[in-house]
């Protein structure tokens, strides 16, 4: 059985013809499994096709605190799979309307937050604050970056504070929840979205259920940290299915460009 042909389910096991993973837009036709997106692919189906332009390209690796093997596991997967941080961000268009873009891509330390994904967030919302275009980033981490200590904890505060200061501008900044959100950067800009929506079945959290059981001394829901757990208990505005994502943000901006066009 050829891996080119094939594609083995993570979730249910079962065995789908590549072509219609593809079709599907990775999703598993046996049992709805969501399978996680490189950037490549996230901005293949949202981003109009030739209009993605990467900002904040040339990124040296920092290693604030010198940790054992930090360079040489930065290095591994620069190459294998040539990213060198964990978040892409540029601009692009959807539907023709100008947005500002960031993909975050687990490849890369499972999507973890340091200093440089820190810092290309803040100057995301500072470019889409100059050139007043909406911002949308598609978070995927594990939160914030063991290797960098303390260091990836402030990106929790200058991350906020960059989206505090485009919002009071008036900028709209859709947060777009996959799996998984967790840790530092679900406690930072995953959450601060004017809009949030998210992805069926995402795992979507601060710190582990088994953490938060064992501290509580209590059993939690059996989907607790999914998607539609805190969609019923209103921490996210609305869970879109992948084939409707980008009709759904595109009339988000056009109701958002139509209410500007009306205020001026």
């Known amino acids: 059985m050829s891996q080119n042909l094939f594609i083995k389910c993570k ?12 079709q599907n837009n990775y999703v598993c036709s046996l049992c709805g499994y969501y399978g996680t997106l490189d950037y490549k692919k996230r901005l293949a189906m949202i981003i109009d096709q030739d209009t993605f ?19 040489e596991k930065h290095e591994r997967i620069v190459s294998k799979v040539g990213l060198n941080e964990a978040i892409v961000t540029g601009k692009g268009c959807i539907d023709g309307q100008k947005v500002m873009v960031g993909v975050m891509d687990t ?47 402030m990106q929790m ?15 709209l900044y859709i947060s777009v929840l996959t799996n998984p959100t967790t840790g530092g950067v679900s406690a930072s800009f ?25 501290t509580i001394n209590e059993k ?30 595109s009339n988000i901006l056009k109701i958002h460009s139509e209410e500007n066009n009306k205020t001026i």
């Not at 979730?11 to 593809?22: A, F, L, M, S, W």
């Not at 440089?116 to 594990?142: C, M, N, W, Y």
């Not at 906020?160 to 900028?171: D, L, P, Q």
């Open 11 to 22: 979730e249910c096991g079962g065995i789908i013809e590549r072509k219609k993973i593809i």
């Open 220 to 249: 939690l829901p059996f989907n607790f940290q999914t998607s539609e757990f805190l969609f019923d208990h209103g921490y996210i505005d609305l869970i879109v299915e992948r084939k409707r994502l980008k009709e759904t943000l």
């Open 190 to 214: 995953a959450f601060l979205g004017d809009i949030i929506l998210a992805e069926p079945r995402a795992l979507i959290g601060f710190a582990g259920k088994r953490v938060i059981e064992q």
């Open 157 to 171: 505060a200058k991350t906020a504070a960059a989206v505090s200061s485009f919002s009071e501008s008036g900028g």
């Open 53 to 71: 332009e990467e900002t904040n390209v040339h990124t040296k690796f920092y290693d604030p605190i010198e940790f054992p093997g930090y360079l």
């Open 107 to 153: 490849r890369y330390m499972m999507g973890s937050m340091g200093v440089i994904v820190g810092e290309k967030v803040t100057r995301l919302f500072e470019d889409a604050k100059i050139q007043k275009t909406p911002v949308i980033i598609f978070i995927a981490s594990g939160g914030a970056r063991m290797q960098e200590g303390v260091f990836s904890l």
